[in-house]
């Protein structure tokens, strides 16, 4: 069992606070057709905590789910909804308990959770958006959960779209600042709440419903553990729920829940959010980057002109590749592997940091295609992955290479999927368009940039420190990508060559205020998990259209210097859709066809010191050695001499040119045989071979003096021995 029974009656609390309703005939009404599919990310963590005397520890569940919901009949009124889960994770205070793909451990209840969670629910729903019947897929899981409610709950709530949300919409007519409140609903064993809903927001397409507690609501639910009755009172009850208009589908939700459960004079606090989103919107919640703009708009980060990183942190054009640079990267290193784990590559991978993308953003993609050898679709329609974004299509983290399959496997055959020679994307993206740069000094208010819209308003300026407000009439998200940098300057006009520099948003700003009145700049640093929990709960429970907001940047001078003035280097940006092939790349793997390319980077070379390697660039092919009698060569493979070329991605090395290298390899403690193939363009190629340096262990076995790299082979450098030694064997 996850949890005590004691706290079993407080989740079914949850499970229907808000409802499902749709615009038709100046009402809101659930009315979707027979045949409708919508798939849909569905989340809800729950925190809670013993007091008086209660016992127990801390505890946090997390449940994850991608559902698919369909609709299959529609009669008078009612529409019968088949969900089931597509993927699920359950997590014990960030421990795995089951995946899709993981069955738990010892664990018949979580089993049954799991079983429930595939199988799915079939649910009846009427026009009102409220559940009038629902009954589990599996009867034998059913079974085996018998009398633990909360695990019940959880999965009902972790697959149902609409069991959360049953507002019982009222016959009136659609307008804003319309309001019912609703009394508390018992349903098939789950406890709702008084509430009372708002149409807050509606648009051509979209009506938005905030909702809160009506006043305490409380319930009381039989508890099979022997401890009698439990008494669950709701301290406090928010959301809000985003409909289609014209159909009544979800598509985001959230509810915050604080609750506080009583047992015999004890107590436990519980926190609960679920949240829910339904695949292909935009603008998509990108809850990743939320918490990692939140995580450094806490404190004041250090920066020197001195830094390695300075220049492409701070000047334009941004970054050590231009876009068109770091796009053609991707589209070099963009490969397929399949759906399942070989040798550690799965569905779509390119090299992130070889790619060096640093002000690009990624969507989800418009569409998918699968391809066969001949070029012809495997399937005519494949449905993209909502999940897709929660990869690392935007990640830029040194060595990470982020593996995805952009597209749902759901009602493909094996036959099928092994079949899929190319996958091809269209993939929408928000890259940089026109460069601004302004100078702002003390004088300054408000200065706009162009004709973009965007203005730059200094909210505070003290010789110590300059805070400035970005803005423009549409807002910024909080998951904003913007190339913007100001940089503080001395008064000859030179950036400061040491300052400190903090970038956020002002929806964090409050809750940033609160922790910087507690803690110092120094003491901030070690809450930023803290502080970007409490900020993505924040935004999460959001309304989309309350989510926007100004961009925050504040600078600050060291003690003993002084900002005379800001330079702001801003870049406008731009929405275009590109499309990307990726070729199957398995064969590769195992000594066949080489597709695509692969290149060194720094991850696969940090810990070593190969002079022929230059880290800075990854070309080195000018860098000298320090080892005495050898010199440094490069060669262009040819039909014969020390390095022949076998074929475009492999060589082979003369016997003499084999011992130098291996002499080298041991006398300087080189991992891996020091020899370095370049493609046309000077970019260092990864071996395929192992025992080459830069190889990935598990690589291809070695075949003789011959050496096999992830590209076609331009040219190789490597070291040569100018005079034997006496007394060493090579």
């Known amino acids: ?279 292909g919107l935009k603008p998509s919640s990108n809850r990743n980057l939320v918490h990692s703009n939140a995580a450094f708009a806490l404190y004041h980060d250090r920066t020197r002109m001195s830094d390695p990183w300075f220049e492409s942190e701070y000047l334009p054009p941004f970054g050590e590749r231009t876009v068109e640079e770091s796009f053609d990267r991707l589209a070099r290193t963009l490969l397929w592997f399949g759906t399942d784990v070989v040798d550690q590559q799965l569905g779509l991978s390119f090299q992130v940091s070889a790619s060096g993308f640093s002000s690009v953003l ?99 300026w003290a010789p110590e420190q300059v805070i400035l407000r970005v803005t423009r009439p549409e807002g910024y998200l909080p998951d904003a990508f913007p190339l913007i940098k100001p940089l503080p300057l001395t008064g000859e006009g030179e950036p400061l060559p040491l300052f400190y520099t903090r970038e956020s948003h002002s929806l964090f700003e409050p809750l940033r205020a609160k922790m910087a009145a507690e803690f110092t700049e120094q003491e901030l640093m070690w809450k930023q998990s803290e502080f970007a929990g409490e900020v993505l709960l924040l935004i999460e429970g959001l309304p989309m259209a309350e989510r926007y907001g100004d961009l925050i940047y504040s600078l600050k001078a060291p003690a003993g210097e002084s900002i005379e003035a800001i330079e702001v280097n801003l870049y406008t940006t731009r929405d275009e859709v590109r499309t990307f092939s990726a070729a199957k790349a398995l064969s590769t793997l195992n000594g066949g066809k080489v597709v695509g390319e692969r290149f060194l980077t720094y991850s696969d070379v940090r810990d070593v010191e190969f002079a022929p390697l230059n880290l800075s660039d990854l070309t080195g092919q000018d860098a000298a050695v320090d080892w005495p009698n050898v010199v440094m060569t490069t060669a262009v493979p040819a039909e014969s001499g020390e390095v022949r070329q076998v074929d475009a991605n492999t060589v082979e090395v003369s016997e003499a040119l084999f011992r130098d290298l291996e002499w080298v390899r041991a006398t300087q403690k080189v991992v891996g045989l020091p020899l370095v193939a370049y493609s046309e363009d000077g970019s260092a190629l990864k071996p395929l071979t192992d025992g080459v340096f830069g190889a990935v262990d598990g690589g291809l076995a070695p075949d003789g003096r011959k050496f096999r790299f992830w590209g076609e082979v331009a040219r190789v450098r490597y070291p040569k021995r100018m005079m034997d030694e006496p007394g060493r064997a090579p």
Request: charged content about 25%.
């Open 1 to 279: 069992m996850l949890m005590r029974a004691s706290v079993a009656a407080l989740l079914l609390f949850f499970v229907g606070l808000a409802g499902c309703s749709h615009f038709q005939s100046e009402r809101l009404s659930f009315s979707p057709r027979p045949g409708d599919v919508r798939y849909f990310h569905v989340s809800e963590s729950m925190l809670f905590w013993a007091t008086d005397g209660f016992p127990g520890t801390e505890v946090e569940y997390n449940l994850s789910s991608l559902v698919k919901a369909e609709v299959t009949t529609v009669d008078d009124g009612i529409a019968e909804l088949n969900s089931r889960s597509l993927s699920s994770l359950l997590l014990k205070n960030g421990h795995i308990l089951f995946t899709t793909d993981k069955d738990p451990a010892f664990s018949e209840s979580l089993m049954a959770m799991k079983d429930l969670l595939t199988s799915g629910v079939v649910e009846r729903i009427d026009d009102h958006g409220q559940v009038v019947q629902a009954r589990f897929g599996n009867q034998d899981a059913v079974a085996k959960l018998d009398g633990m409610v909360h695990e019940t709950a959880l999965v009902r709530r972790g697959l149902s779209i609409m069991a959360a949300w049953q507002p019982r919409m009222p016959q009136q007519s659609l307008k804003i600042g319309m309001a019912w409140q609703v009394p508390p609903l018992v349903e098939g064993g789950l406890e709702l709440p008084e509430l009372r809903y708002e149409v807050s927001h509606l648009d051509e397409d979209t009506v938005t419903l905030k909702f809160q507690s009506a006043g305490i609501g409380s319930g009381v639910v039989a508890d099979d553990s022997g401890r009698g009755f439990q008494e669950v009172r709701a301290e406090r009850v928010k959301g809000y729920l985003e409909l289609e208009r014209h159909s009544g589908w979800p598509r985001r939700a959230s509810i915050v829940a604080h609750r506080k459960l009583g047992n015999d004079g004890d107590t436990a606090w519980v926190s609960s959010q679920m949240s829910l989103e339904q695949g």
């Open 362 to 460: 990624f969507h989800l993609p418009e569409a998918v295609r699968l391809l066969d050898s001949g070029g012809k679709p495997v399937v005519d329609e494949v449905a993209v992955d909502p999940r897709f974004l929660m990869g690392s299509w935007y990640s830029v983290a040194d060595g990470i290479d982020p593996p995805l399959v952009p597209f749902l496997t759901d009602g493909l055959s094996q036959a099928q999927l092994d079949s899929i020679d190319r996958v091809e994307v269209d993939l929408p993206v928000t890259v940089p368009d026109q460069l601004h740069t302004l100078r702002l000094s003390a004088g300054d208010s408000v200065k706009p940039v162009g004709d973009s819209g965007i203005t730059i308003a200094v909210d505070e």
